[in-house]
């Protein structure tokens, strides 16, 4: 069977809300790349992928005790041509429903997935070696295998846990301590943050390896304040920030078949004929420089400053246009709908989720901005360079472990420190300073395109740890 197990909640094409997704649809990849046998357990949703791929039946399984009684089917996926097998863990009446999350007993979905995926692998005639959890949704499992007698023949096996964001915890409250498999009185204190049972926390206690997608991120945890600092610091021997890659088939601007125009020996001409395609329905015009936000609208993201920043700097001057992508918060959208609409030479939106739309905006945009307050890792500056898009983020997380400034040696983006219009605005001055200086610009697109931000550089750092 396979050495390394993925356990996440999303997975991309299968099941995306965000970066999560991304990840855990490429690094499984490249870790197989390398030579690992790899493969992924997600939940089954009830979702176009799910709905359009054909799915074997490969185990049929039983969670019962005086409390509750779930059948459960591991699904494989076949002929996905991912690059990795994946198993759906299908549980009818909690799993398989038309969204990822936001529901009201998330915690249990996401509890019986965990035992379900451990009640399947623990009967694997070959055990794996390391379960490689990702956020919150998985975060009990490295608990579950060391202390519930249910698991003990996989309590050897090692764990890694991936932080991709640690604002989200799942907490949720010790009445549902019932829907655990049963586990020694001792190990309560390990389940515990706070008088709730908190699966980030826990997680952080129990993996044998903690890492996140930064190292500039790991460092804000573990000395900024936030809820779990101390234990972040507790256990920075066993933690480590390995920097994201990206899926470099996927998003390739010589092949990208969302693309109409590929990039090929002029960079030039691919920004050019790319601007002018995607505003060739809006009435933006393609010679002033094109900002785009793409992203969830949402205040971590920086989202509420946008729609200030925007009206703001196209009523004092004129000559710049903005399109985001992306939605979120219904305020945030709200303003940015009435931004557009006093700027409609000016401004264009497409509030929804749109991954085809996305890649032609990095293609034709200029710049990428990326206020975000937290910032893990961040995929979408990474996207951005890789064609040719300046990114202007700010110096948080992994935006400033992956974006040097042009003011730097050999920099090739825009970095801000505040999460603020001003800084907002004074980096959009900045954007259409470079913009007004073509053969800076040319030079700057050339560092961008000649960047690496591959996965090998990380499968080699987690293949360390799992060998640890
Ligand atoms: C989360 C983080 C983002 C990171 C992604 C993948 O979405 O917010 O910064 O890039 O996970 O790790």
């Not at 907490?171 to 699966?199: H, M, V």
């Not at 500039?216 to 936030?226: T, V």
């Not at 960047?451 to 060998?467: D, G, H, P, T």
Request: with cysteine.
């Amino acid at each position: 069977m396979y050495k390394i197990v993925h356990l996440a909640a999303e997975c991309f094409p299968i099941a995306k809300t965000g970066g999560l997704g991304d990840v855990v649809g490429a690094l499984p990849k490249y870790l197989n790349k390398a030579g690992l046998s790899t493969c992924v357990l997600l939940p089954q949703y009830n979702q176009k992928w799910v709905q359009q791929n054909t799915k074997v039946n490969v185990w049929k399984g039983n969670l019962s005790s005086s409390h509750f009684n779930f059948n459960y089917y591991i699904n494989q996926c076949v002929d996905a041509g991912l690059g990795f097998e994946v198993y759906l863990v299908d549980i009818p009446d909690l799993l398989f429903r038309e969204n990822i999350y936001g529901y009201q007993d998330d915690h249990l979905r996401f509890l019986f997935f965990q035992q379900a995926a451990l009640d399947w692998i623990k009967n694997w005639n070959d055990k794996p070696e390391v379960l490689h959890c990702h956020d919150h949704h998985t975060g009990l499992i490295p608990f579950m295998i060391k202390h519930c007698p249910a698991y003990s023949l996989l309590a050897h096996v090692r764990t890694v846990f991936t932080i991709h964001n640690g604002l989200y915890t799942g907490a949720f409250a010790w009445y549902n301590s019932r829907f655990f498999p049963e586990f020694s009185f001792q190990s309560k204190g390990s389940l515990d943050w706070d008088d709730t049972i908190n699966p980030l926390a826990c997680a952080i206690k129990c993996c044998d390896w903690l890492t996140t997608v930064s190292g500039g991120y790991l460092d804000e945890l573990r000395f900024q304040p936030n809820p779990l600092q101390s234990l972040y610091n507790q256990h920075w021997q066993k933690s480590k920030g390995i920097v994201n890659g990206i899926d470099a088939d996927v998003w390739n601007p010589k092949t990208d078949k969302n693309l109409t125009v590929k990039l090929a020996k002029s960079i030039l001409k691919f920004k050019q004929k790319s601007k002018q395609e995607i505003l060739k329905d809006t009435s933006l015009n393609p010679d002033l420089p094109l900002i785009v936000f793409i992203g969830r609208l949402v205040n971590e993201k920086g989202g509420e400053l946008l729609p200030q920043a925007i009206g703001r700097y196209l009523s004092r001057v004129g000559n710049v246009n903005f399109y985001v992508l992306g939605s979120g918060s219904s305020d945030i959208e709200n303003q940015l709908q009435r931004v557009r609409e006093l700027f409609t030479q000016s401004v264009a939106t497409y509030i929804g989720y749109n991954e085809a739309l996305a890649h032609k905006l990095y293609a034709g945009a200029d710049f990428l901005i990326m206020p975000s307050i937290i910032e893990p890792c961040g995929l979408n500056q990474l996207y951005a360079m890789r064609y040719a898009t300046v990114p202007m983020v700010r110096s948080v997380g992994g935006l400033k472990d992956t974006v040097v400034d042009i003011g730097d040696t050999n920099g090739y983006g825009i970095r801000f420190t505040n999460a603020n219009v001003e800084d907002i605005l004074y980096s959009v001055n900045r954007a259409v300073d470079l913009y007004a200086n073509p053969k800076l610009l040319e030079e700057i697109r050339k560092r961008l395109v000649a960047l690496n931000f591959s996965w090998e550089k990380a499968v080699k750092e987690y293949i360390e740890i799992y060998q640890y």
